[in-house]
């Protein structure tokens, strides 16, 4: 398992290799909050902005991690949705506070829409409902009431009782491409341990900040 730092670093790997030790970093705490039992250990809040600054944030689930990026799905007429078309950048928080003392993963970077096999390849592995769901709910828009919606998911129910749901043309995925990546780890007396990975001009570099 990672261990926080304890002593001040020096940047001396590849960037590549940097990239790849914030990578496996990540995993390993991803793996070790599952296994203490974090009921939502890939639970991960996502802000953007839209075209006047506004920032918003909201809580969604990882759904994939590698070396291109971090992947999450929804609709892409949603308020998210339109605001990371618009505005392609995004920041994204874990907090296991279960985990050791507390240990949070701020993420930064540049959004890219995942590729139609991708997005088709995990929405086959969604239940029927929550793929009738994605055709039913007009998401971010006005409900006027809850039977609303409980009328369009039983008429695609209908549309689609023959045979698979295939995904609505308006539901993927978005990547976030990292562009930096903190470590957070919490100690005593709030003089935690911060370690920052961040993308400069093409090489990735490895620095400690104060709490």
């Known amino acids: 398992m990672a261990a926080p730092p304890t002593a001040a670093k020096q940047v001396t790997s590849e960037s590549k290799d940097l990239y790849a030790e914030a990578l496996a970093t990540f995993s390993s705490l991803l793996a070790e909050a599952t296994?203490?039992?974090?009921?939502?250990?890939?639970a991960m809040t996502v802000a953007t902005a839209d075209p006047d600054g506004r920032p918003h944030a909201r809580t969604v689930l990882l759904k994939a991690h590698d070396e291109r990026g971090f992947v999450f799905y929804t609709n892409f007429d949603s308020a998210k949705g339109r605001q990371l078309t618009t505005n392609p950048q995004a920041a994204l928080l874990f907090h296991w506070k279960t985990l050791r003392d507390g240990v949070q993963v701020r993420i930064e970077g540049t959004v890219e829409p995942v590729s139609l096999a991708e997005a088709d390849a995990y929405f086959a592995t969604r239940p029927r409902v929550s793929q009738l769901g994605a055709w039913a709910s007009l998401q971010?828009?006005?409900l006027p009431k809850r039977s609303v919606l409980d009328a369009r998911v039983s008429a695609y129910e209908k549309?689609?009782?023959?045979?698979?749901?295939?995904?609505?043309?308006?539901?993927?995925?978005?990547?976030?491409?990292?562009e930096l990546i903190e470590f957070w780890y919490g100690a005593r007396f709030r003089l935690h341990d911060r370690d920052v990975y961040e993308r400069?001009?093409?090489?990735?570099?490895?620095?400690?900040?104060f709490p």
């Open 35 to 42: 296994a203490a039992g974090d009921p939502e250990s890939t």
């Open 140 to 142: 971010s828009q006005t």
């Open 159 to 178: 549309e689609f009782a023959d045979g698979p749901v295939p995904r609505p043309p308006h539901w993927s995925g978005f990547r976030v491409v990292p």
């Open 200 to 209: 400069i001009d093409g090489a990735w570099t490895l620095r400690q900040l």
